[in-house]
């Protein structure tokens, strides 16, 4: 079993989410490893031996910038569907433009 020494947070530090993985790898010349802690919420944090600190990999949805930027988003997809439709084009060339500019 691997034993992650840098990390400390035992859950997510946004939303209280449990561990849902961890590993390390990729010894670093000053002896140090790269390791890695998941949470369930889909947040991840990382040592890197080269700053000698915990980054964030992967932010927490839960943040409230991620809410934020989720939502603004949202604002704009609705905002381009309806700039798209209005255009003076040919309806094929608007369906392609939906589809590549808008998620599913």
């Given at each position: 079993?691997?034993?992650?020494?840098?990390?400390?947070?035992?859950?997510?530090?946004?939303?209280?989410?449990?561990?849902?993985?961890?590993?390390?790898?990729?010894?670093?010349?000053?002896?140090?490893?790269?390791e890695?802690?998941?949470?369930?919420?889909?947040?991840?944090?990382?040592?890197?031996?080269?700053?000698?600190?915990?980054?964030?990999?992967n932010?927490?949805?839960?943040?409230?910038k991620?809410?934020?930027?989720?939502?603004?988003?949202?604002?704009?997809?609705?905002?381009?569907?309806?700039?798209?439709?209005?255009?003076?084009?040919?309806?094929?060339?608007?369906?392609?433009?939906?589809?590549?500019?808008?998620?599913?």
């Amino acid at each position: 079993m691997v034993t992650i020494k840098r990390i400390k947070a035992l859950t997510c530090p946004t939303c209280k989410a449990e561990i849902s993985g961890e590993r390390r790898d990729q010894r670093h010349t000053n002896g140090y490893w790269n390791e890695y802690r998941a949470f369930t919420c889909g947040c991840a944090l990382r040592f890197s031996p080269n700053f000698m600190k915990v980054e964030v990999a992967n932010v927490c949805p839960s943040h409230p910038k991620e809410k934020e930027k989720r939502e603004k988003r949202k604002v704009a997809a609705i905002k381009l569907e309806k700039y798209i439709n209005r255009l003076d084009v040919d309806d094929s060339w608007k369906a392609s433009a939906l589809q590549a500019y808008l998620p599913a």
